[in-house]
């Protein structure tokens, strides 16, 4: 199997284990988690990420629909008032225009997420609900089933930019159990901040190789700009950016809140459940993975798109023989996934 199909699956795999079995060092099960799949910043993306969340705030944030705020709609809705006030009274000065502030008052009573009203010409508004703090911390791991030296120095890069930047609270590398007396992911040149995981993807179980540290979120962030090669001839400087504190502060929100929406069944938004090649088989008792019956195999999401050469529509019988309302088996599949992730979110 080629490198990312296999990748693919694995990813998938990781996701549902931790949403089964995250943190993996826990005594009880007393846990609220948010998993999703390749967020993160311009710069850096990850594989899987984990959302460790108070779960009584958690529920209050299905206050705000499933749908991700936003930074200006959380600038409204964090700062809005339990009484009625002038928005310019309340709300902080943003870094921007007024204008875009209105736009998100108007957008967060479409939503049903704030009240407003019209004092002569001025708008007041006033909260629903006041904004829970939910979110407790962001773990982030990257997938590598085959972990061989060339893997992990492109890895090792990346990661040390995470330490440096200190977004995410932990991160992990994943990789598929070997079953040596000792695992060779642990050879490799990753740094000691990172943890290591091994994973079963089929019997679903993980084992710590490596613990990872703490990064210094309540730290301002180094960002690595460019770091030179080594070689023998070249002796320039890396560079690199501070990052205030507040910044990396609203960054992680915003990972959070688009996690929140997007969890990680949302593989299926980039694929093609209208082909009728599409399907989706259980992995086990409760993983629905993407199966292509034309490769016969678990397609990758870029593979997946309209660009793929076997794709060939659902026949529209298939829409009328007992799925008039569903709109045929694209639809259904669909459908499932979004009422899996709904029921990960308490409260919705
Ligand atoms: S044939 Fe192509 S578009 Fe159809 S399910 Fe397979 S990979 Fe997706």
Redesign the pocket.
Same mark, same amino acid.
């Given at each position: 199997m080629a490198r990312h199909t296999a990748e693919f699956g694995f990813e998938l795999r990781t996701c549902r284990w931790a949403e089964r079995a995250w943190p993996p060092d826990a005594a009880s099960d007393d846990h609220a988690i948010v998993v999703a799949r390749q967020l993160g910043t311009k710069r850096r993306r990850w594989d899987t990420i984990v959302l460790e969340c108070n779960l009584e705030a958690l529920r209050e944030r299905a206050n705000f629909g499933p749908e991700r705020l936003d930074g200006n709609l959380l600038h409204v809705v964090q700062n809005a008032p339990a009484e009625w006030t002038y928005y310019r009274d309340c709300l902080p000065h943003p870094s921007y225009p007024w204008r875009y502030v209105r736009e998100a008052i108007h957008e967060a009573d479409d939503r049903g997420i704030l009240e407003t009203r019209k004092n002569g010409n001025r708008i007041e508004i006033r909260r629903k609900w006041p904004y829970p703090d939910w979110l407790e911390r962001i773990v982030a791991i990257e997938n590598k089933p085959d972990l061989d030296a060339s893997a992990a120095r492109a890895l090792g890069s990346q990661l040390e930019y995470d330490v440096a930047m200190g977004l995410a609270d932990e991160v992990w590398v994943a990789t598929r159990e070997t079953g040596d007396a000792v695992e060779p992911a642990l050879f490799e040149r990753l740094p000691v901040e990172a943890g290591i995981l091994t994973l079963e993807p089929d019997a679903l179980t993980a084992a710590v190789e490596w613990f990872p540290r703490a990064l210094a979120v309540d730290d301002p962030g180094t960002r690595i700009l460019e770091r030179p090669e080594g070689g023998k001839r070249d002796g320039s400087a890396a560079r690199f950016e501070y990052v205030d504190l507040a910044v990396k502060a609203e960054k992680r929100l915003a990972i959070a809140e688009r996690a929140y929406e997007r969890g990680w069944r949302s593989f299926v938004d980039t694929?093609?459940p209208d #082909?009728r090649? $599409?399907e989706l088989r259980a992995a086990d008792d409760s993983q629905l993975r993407p199966h292509?019956?034309?490769?016969g195999r678990c397609?990758t999401a870029a593979?997946?798109?309209g660009g #793929?050469p076997? $794709?060939?529509p659902e026949p529209p019988v298939w829409r009328t023989r007992g799925w008039p309302i569903e709109g045929g088996p694209g639809k259904r599949c669909r459908q499932l996934l979004e009422d899996r992730r709904r029921r990960r979110r308490p409260g919705l």
């Amino acid at each position: 199997m080629a490198r990312h199909t296999a990748e693919f699956g694995f990813e998938l795999r990781t996701c549902r284990w931790a949403e089964r079995a995250w943190p993996p060092d826990a005594a009880s099960d007393d846990h609220a988690i948010v998993v999703a799949r390749q967020l993160g910043t311009k710069r850096r993306r990850w594989d899987t990420i984990v959302l460790e969340c108070n779960l009584e705030a958690l529920r209050e944030r299905a206050n705000f629909g499933p749908e991700r705020l936003d930074g200006n709609l959380l600038h409204v809705v964090q700062n809005a008032p339990a009484e009625w006030t002038y928005y310019r009274d309340c709300l902080p000065h943003p870094s921007y225009p007024w204008r875009y502030v209105r736009e998100a008052i108007h957008e967060a009573d479409d939503r049903g997420i704030l009240e407003t009203r019209k004092n002569g010409n001025r708008i007041e508004i006033r909260r629903k609900w006041p904004y829970p703090d939910w979110l407790e911390r962001i773990v982030a791991i990257e997938n590598k089933p085959d972990l061989d030296a060339s893997a992990a120095r492109a890895l090792g890069s990346q990661l040390e930019y995470d330490v440096a930047m200190g977004l995410a609270d932990e991160v992990w590398v994943a990789t598929r159990e070997t079953g040596d007396a000792v695992e060779p992911a642990l050879f490799e040149r990753l740094p000691v901040e990172a943890g290591i995981l091994t994973l079963e993807p089929d019997a679903l179980t993980a084992a710590v190789e490596w613990f990872p540290r703490a990064l210094a979120v309540d730290d301002p962030g180094t960002r690595i700009l460019e770091r030179p090669e080594g070689g023998k001839r070249d002796g320039s400087a890396a560079r690199f950016e501070y990052v205030d504190l507040a910044v990396k502060a609203e960054k992680r929100l915003a990972i959070a809140e688009r996690a929140y929406e997007r969890g990680w069944r949302s593989f299926v938004d980039t694929m093609r459940p209208d #082909c009728r090649h $599409f399907e989706l088989r259980a992995a086990d008792d409760s993983q629905l993975r993407p199966h292509c019956a034309d490769k016969g195999r678990c397609q990758t999401a870029a593979e997946c798109s309209g660009g #793929c050469p076997a $794709f060939e529509p659902e026949p529209p019988v298939w829409r009328t023989r007992g799925w008039p309302i569903e709109g045929g088996p694209g639809k259904r599949c669909r459908q499932l996934l979004e009422d899996r992730r709904r029921r990960r979110r308490p409260g919705l």
